[in-house]
């Protein structure tokens, strides 16, 4: 398996622009994670799905925040419009019920 | 909120020498994960400890688990250069979430 892939891996963006980052899980995953990690915050958990439903979003920061799971291999989270304060590292993560949670490489994210 | 509070923050270590690395938890879990992210890259599974078991172990891992104690400490033993990394616990809370704490850098110098 190619693992949970996430693009872009970098990317450079100006304030107010919107931002989209795009996951896709391991194939026969029913959860989906993303978390962001900062060096102030750590790892936070922002929002999950089990079978492309979101379950859990109380850690989406603001409004500004979205993201969607319109089937079981590709989901996205948007920023729109993007703040200097949102650049961090955005992971992906999948797993099957009370396992092991398998994380992409991050999309490295900075708002100018 | 973040669950998982690792100690110590920060450890350096000669190779070859053993890393110990604890972790403790605050509420009732089913499971606790450790992780290691390299710099600038992904978090690594690196062992699964459910609530009914108190250690596992894998290569050079030794992982334990002490619910009535709400802690698991991480070791490794012989350590590498190549073991260079943050390691970070997780706990999980009713419906496969998991949360993180603020981890453990190691640095085993050669």
């Known amino acids: 398996d190619a693992g949970v892939i996430q693009s872009p891996r970098h990317e450079v963006t100006e304030m107010g622009q919107e931002v989209t980052l795009r996951c896709k899980p391991i194939s026969g995953h029913d959860y989906l994670f993303w978390y962001r990690q900062t060096m102030m915050r750590g790892l936070e958990l922002l929002i999950y799905?089990?079978?492309?439903?979101?379950?859990?979003d109380s850690g989406m920061p603001e409004d500004r925040f979205s993201a969607k799971m319109p089937n079981a291999s590709f989901s996205t989270l948007k920023i729109q419009p993007s703040e200097p304060r949102d650049s961090a590292v955005y992971f992906c993560?999948?797993?099957?019920?009370?396992?092991?949670?398998?994380f992409g490489e991050g999309s490295w994210l900075t708002v100018v | 909120s973040q669950q998982g509070e690792e100690d110590p923050q920060a450890l350096s270590i000669q190779e070859g020498e053993n890393a110990t690395m604890n972790c403790s938890y605050k509420?009732?879990?089913?499971?606790l994960q450790w992780y290691r992210q390299n710099s600038g890259r992904g978090l690594v599974h690196l062992i699964l400890?459910?609530?009914?078991?108190r250690e596992k172990h894998s290569g050079r891992l030794r992982v334990t688990l002490d619910t009535s104690k709400k802690s698991s400490s991480l070791l490794i033993t012989a350590s590498r250069a190549a073991d260079t990394a943050s390691y970070f616990c997780?706990?999980?809370?009713?419906?496969?979430?998991?949360?993180f704490g603020a981890g453990t850098i190691l640095r085993v110098k050669s």
């Open positions: 400890i459910r609530s009914n078991e």
């Open positions: 509420t009732s879990i089913n499971n």
């Open positions: 799905f089990n079978n492309n439903v979101p379950i859990d």
């Open positions: 997780a706990t999980d809370e009713y419906g496969n979430k998991l949360v």
């Open positions: 993560a999948s797993s099957l019920p009370g396992n092991t949670i398998y």
